[in-house]
T-cell receptor, first 112, second 113 residues
Framework: ELKVEQNPLFLSMQEGKNYTIYCNYS?????LYWYRQDPGKSLESLFV?????AVKQEGRLMASLDTKARLSTLHITAAVHDLSATYFC????????????FGSGTRLQVQP | DSGVTQTPKHLITATGQRVTLRCSPR?????VYWYQQSLDQGLQFLIQ???????AKGNILERFSAQQFPDLHSELNLSSLELGDSALYFC????????????FGPGTRLTVL
């Protein structure tokens, strides 16, 4: 059974600080997804990581993938209040089996 | 706006009742996925359809069923509703090609009283 674990589950940080969210998964997967969810809202796609060593950046967020370690990280640089949200990582099992298994989510709170 | 639409936005009903949730995927997307989000279970995959055919099943209860129609819209039917079925139900779509992600709709919030 594919399991996806995120940590931390809750993160309170000050504006301007850096931090990293970790996502571990239990079986081989060829795609790793990061999503953002604001309270009561839908999921917004942030990144799709497709290969070992993949790195993608958008603004203050940078995601990376290490398929050998089955680990992805989402790094936040110089956090701002607008980044406050819940961040989910998810994996699928490959072509024809793209149903996503999600982690529990990391609730990020950026304090002014 | 992801391009995926879901109706209704909110649904309040009683235990034992049956409801239907509707989803229209992004133009051109052949795959539709249904997910349930609840406080105790998190985000869970329910079922996937691809071009009208069921492709994958997840943690979907026997009381729940779905289908995808020739115009590619999908419906999720929930019957004999229980209090524990109260949740946010998301539909997502993808073209199943290349580097594309799954695009999520706004969700239907179901409250069972």
């Amino acid at each position: 059974e594919l399991k996806v674990e995120q940590n931390p589950l809750f993160l309170s940080m000050q504006e301007g600080k850096n931090y990293t969210i970790y996502c571990n998964y239990s079986t081989t997967s060829d795609r790793l997804y990061w999503y953002r969810q604001d309270p009561g809202k839908s999921l917004e796609s942030l990144f799709v990581l497709l290969s070992n060593g993949a790195v993608k950046q958008e603004g203050r967020l940078m995601a990376s993938l290490d398929t050998k370690a089955r680990l992805s990280t989402l790094h936040i640089t110089a956090a701002v209040h607008d980044l406050s949200a819940t961040y989910f990582c998810a994996v699928d099992r490959g072509p024809g089996r793209r149903a996503l298994t999600f982690g529990s989510g990391t609730r990020l709170q950026v304090q002014p | 706006d992801s391009g995926v639409t879901q109706t209704p936005k909110h649904l309040i009903t009683a235990t034992g009742q049956r409801v239907t949730l509707r989803c229209s995927p992004r133009s051109g997307d052949l795959s539709v996925y249904w997910y349930q989000q609840s406080l105790d279970q998190g985000l869970q995959f329910l079922i996937q359809y691809y071009n009208g055919e069921e492709r994958a099943k997840g943690n979907i209860l026997e009381r729940f069923s779905a289908q995808q129609f020739p115009d590619l819209h999908s419906e999720l039917n929930l019957s004999s509703l229980e209090l524990g079925d109260s949740a946010l139900y998301f539909c997502a779509s993808s073209p199943e090609r290349g580097t594309d992600t799954q695009y999520f709709g706004p969700g239907t919030r179901l409250t069972v009283l």
